[in-house]
């Protein structure tokens, strides 16, 4: 079992920063896929930035250059740097893990609100 637990989202206006923060209830040391997806309004839930395969990083096209994920593998923790924020990045941002064993396993955070408003 994996608990993750999500904070730092809130109101910033077009063209400011966020940093998310995603602590989980064991090592992410060899959590095979960790990261981020985001859910906005009537929109299914995307990918925005993972962890595979250890350090490899995927992003999706919308983010590149503007959001950093990051790790800190002695506090269990992942973080989603989000610069340059628009309108459209206004979602639910969840931190997501999956871990490969005899089986697949996927856990999900609760959630945090980023809303992206002038």
């Known amino acids: 079992q994996v608990q993750l637990v999500e904070s730092g989202g809130g109101l910033v206006q077009p063209g400011g920063s966020l940093r998310l923060s995603c602590v989980a209830s064991?090592?992410?040391?060899?959590?095979?896929?960790i990261g981020w997806y985001r859910q906005a309004p009537g929109k299914q839930r995307e990918l925005v930035a993972v962890f595979t395969s250890g350090s490899v990083t995927n992003y999706a096209n919308s983010v590149k250059g503007r959001f950093t994920i990051s790790r800190e593998n002695a506090k269990n923790t992942v973080y989603l740097q989000m610069n340059s924020l628009k309108p459209e990045d206004t979602a639910v941002y969840y931190c997501?893990?999956?871990?490969?064993?005899?089986?697949?396993?996927?856990?999900w955070g609760q959630g945090t609100q980023v809303t992206v408003s002038s």
């Open positions: 064991r090592s992410i040391f060899n959590i095979n896929v």
């Open positions: 997501h893990a999956r871990v490969i064993g005899v089986g697949v396993r996927e856990y």
